[in-house]
């Protein structure tokens, strides 16, 4: 063995246990981290191009039909709302991935780790709901209260890689569980306050399919094309037809994904040792695992046996996450990052709507945060991670305001009307950069 190889063997024997334990969290915010970078790559494509002389052919490509249908059922859609009815589906199931293992094995999994980040969400999507109503009630910009309320995981992940070692694992840990709180929020906001007409038969064909989901999972079905059927092909389209947002759909689908596995622990180190052995005995006389046919269905019976030890939920959030962070939402953020800055800034700046979201987003959030976080630990139902202070929970309050891409979501939702859409988009777009650079800089002097 290379003196390279022994000196892996000897780095991963000595790493603590705890480390092995957040490697996967690591991997994730490295994750998300890099698809923060892209988001902003692409958000500065769609302002350059919705502000260049070739304006009209950002707004024009945005708002071309795209058919798809069978027979005589067609779905006739602009590809914006492809964009954001379907892609961001798949953004919302792994969404539900995420919340499902939280709640299941993550910080969310125990009432005494969940109180402080769900305390924090709480009061981050509070404070900054009212302060945008106290300035829109009873005008045109009302329906947008929900905008300042969500959390652009990516973005903020993204601001904090950039801090390096300066911020601890817990207070990363800290702002993926607020996020997915604020994220399970959202989506109640969307499916309750952000719903058009139902068409209750739909709706009712809907329930249908997410109980034959469920059932597949009671069944042990654990192929994903049966999930894919039955929540595309039903369960989302229902959900489109119904008037409730097709995005739900996602949401749901994903809860309904097994999260155990068919074999235990030492059921698969037992055959994986027999098996490995298997292979070993059968290629001794071979020079290439191609002319030997038992160690082919040595190899075979050690990839199902691999299968059978990872569950579901967790292989596809594995192999769904990449799709989304690199690929659904930088496609969302050009299609709905492009404002026009035309008009004058001023009068922009003075309006409703940018003022609830900015002040929300901005300020809503820190306060709601830090204050909600300070009630939790006050009467004992939270404590604060080691190595955590409160000038940090108010770093990660500031960066929380990053809306983005949840708050352009629900902006979308919120307003029909194109002029008052585009007053709100600069308000998230304005919002986000202050309270991303606000967050990052006491961050930066907090030291480690």
Not at 137 to 154: C, F, L, N, Q
Not at 173 to 179: E, M, R
Not at 201 to 209: C, D, E, R
Not at 293 to 322: F, G, N, S
């Amino acid at each position: 063995m290379t003196k390279k190889g022994i000196n892996a063997k000897i780095d991963i024997s000595q790493k603590p246990p705890v480390e092995r334990i957040l490697r996967p969290f690591q991997e994730f915010t490295k994750l998300e981290a890099s698809g923060g970078i892209l988001l902003f790559l692409f958000t500065i494509v769609a302002l350059v191009w919705a502000n260049s002389p070739w304006s009209d052919s950002y707004f024009n490509l945005w708002q071309t039909k795209l058919k798809i249908g069978i027979g005589g059922f067609l779905l006739d859609k602009p590809l914006i709302l492809w964009i954001n009815d379907g892609l961001m589906a798949m953004f919302f199931f792994v969404v539900g991935l995420e919340i499902k293992r939280e709640m299941l094995v993550g910080e969310l999994s125990s009432p005494k780790q969940a109180a402080l980040p769900i305390a924090a969400a709480i009061g981050g999507m509070i404070v900054p709901a009212l302060l945008y109503v106290a300035l829109n009630a009873g005008k045109p910009g009302a329906p947008g209260w929900g905008i300042p309320m969500a959390t652009d995981i990516a973005f903020a992940l993204g601001a904090l890689a950039i801090l390096g070692k300066r911020v601890p694992i817990a207070l990363k840990v800290f702002l993926v569980s607020l996020a997915i709180v604020d994220d399970i929020g959202a989506v109640l906001v969307i499916a309750f306050f952000y719903t058009s007409h139902i068409y209750w038969s739909n709706l009712l064909i809907g329930a249908g399919f997410l109980i034959a989901l469920m059932f597949a999972n009671r069944a042990g079905v654990r192929h994903p094309l049966v999930y894919a059927i039955l929540g595309i092909g039903g369960l989302w389209l229902a959900f489109l037809l119904s008037g409730v947002h097709a995005t739900i759909a996602g949401v749901l689908s994903a809860l309904t994904i097994p999260a155990s596995t068919r074999i235990g622990r030492d059921e698969f180190l037992e055959k994986s040792r027999y098996l490995l052995g298997e292979f070993d005995k059968a290629g001794e006389n071979d020079k290439s695992v191609l002319t030997s046919k038992q160690q082919r269905k040595a190899a075979e019976a050690l990839e199902k046996a691999t299968e059978l030890i990872q569950t579901p939920l967790q292989r596809l959030e594995h192999d769904l996450h990449p799709w989304v962070t690199f690929g659904v939402m930088p496609i969302f953020a050009l299609s709905n990052a492009g404002v026009t800055f035309d008009g004058s800034l001023a009068k922009l700046f003075t309006n409703p709507v940018t003022l609830g979201i900015v002040l929300g987003l901005v300020f809503g959030k820190q306060i709601g945060i830090t204050l909600f976080s300070w009630l939790a630990v006050r009467v004992g139902i939270a404590t604060l991670p080691s190595g955590v202070n409160w000038l940090k929970i108010y770093g990660v309050g500031w960066l929380a305001g990053i809306g983005f891409t949840m708050s352009l979501f629900i902006a979308g939702l919120a307003f029909d009307n194109v002029e008052t859409l585009s007053i709100a988009k600069l308000g998230i777009l304005t919002a986000s950069l202050i309270a991303g650079v606000g967050g990052w800089m006491i961050l930066r002097k907090t030291g480690t």
